[in-house]
C-alpha cells in the first residue's frame, strides 16, 4: 500500500505538470511543435475508445445563452456523468464524449446511487463545445472532453473525433423511455452550468489563468498538508468561491491607477500568493481555533471569511 508521503508526492507531481501544460499552451500554438508531437496529438484525439455520457440538469435560458458552438470550457472540479441514455427528466442534457474516466465503485457512493453507474472525470476539466440543439423545450449540449495539451489541436483543425461527435449528437436527444435512472442531482460541486460560475451577479467563464491559480495552491497545499487535504477541500469548500476572490483582486490590481513603471506581472504574482497564502493561513489559523487560541470571530474579520466557512474548515483539520 501506498503511504501518504508518496502520494502526496505523485500527486504534487501530477498538479505541477498539469500547471505548466496549462502555461505552455497560452504561449505556444500548434505549428510550433515539434513533428513527433503534432503526431502525437492526433493519435491521442482519433484513437481510443470516447465513451458517451450523460448529465442533466435545470438551467434558466440565461444561463444557456452564454454557450456557443466551438467554445472551450474549463471546470476545476470533478464531474459525475452516468452512462444510462436515458429520456430526459431535465431540461438541459450534457452529452459528454470522454476517453478519460473512472467509475466509481458501488461500496463509495450513496445509496440513491447504488443502482447507477457512475463515472467521475477528474479534478480539472477541459471541454470543447462541438453542437448545442434545442427540441421542444429541451437543450442537449455536446461536448468533447480533453486534456489540456489536446487544445492545441483542437485550436488548429476540426478533428476526426469532432466530426464524429457532431455528425452523432444531429440524432434525437430522447434515446429511451426509462428514466428510472436520472432523478438526481449528481454535480453538487458545480455552481451553476458546466464550465460557468456567479460573480457579482453576473455568469463568467473559467478562465484558463483562473485553473492556473488554483493548481497552484493545491501544489502549496501538497507542500503544506497532504493529497487527502485536497479531496477534502474540494468536498467542504466552494472552489468558485476561492476562484472569485482570486478574480477579484486581480480586478481591483487592473483598476488601480499606478505609475508606467509599474512591474503588472510582478503585482499579479504578489496578488496572487497573497490569495493562495490567505487559505493556507485559513488551514493552519483553523488548528489553533479549535483549541480557542484565538476568537473565531476576530480571525473570520481578518480573513474576510464567514465564521460557518471556518467552521467547515475546522472540520476539515480534525480528520
Known sequence: MQNTDNKTINAKEIFTAEKELFEITQMIDYTQLEKNQQKELKDNLNRGYYKKFIYDVNLNKDVINNYKIHQKLYQPTEIYLTDALTKPLKNTRYLIYSKEFQEIPKENLACVYQDMKIFTLGIINCFKIINIKTQKNMTQITLLHYNIFEELLLNHQKTKIEKKIEKESE??????TDNSTNDFQLNYKIETGIGLYVNKNKIEHYTKDQVIYILKLY?????KFNVEK??????KYNVSSLIKVYENSINHLKKMSVDENTDYKQME??????CIDTVINTLEISKNLESNVYEKEDISSILAISEDKLDEIIDLNKN
Open 171 to 176: 440524432k434525437p436527444i430522447e434515446t429511451s
Open 219 to 223: 501544489i502549496e497545499i501538497l507542500e
Open 230 to 235: 485536497i479531496y477534502e477541500i474540494l468536498e
Open 269 to 274: 504574482e504578489n496578488v496572487t500568493n497573497a
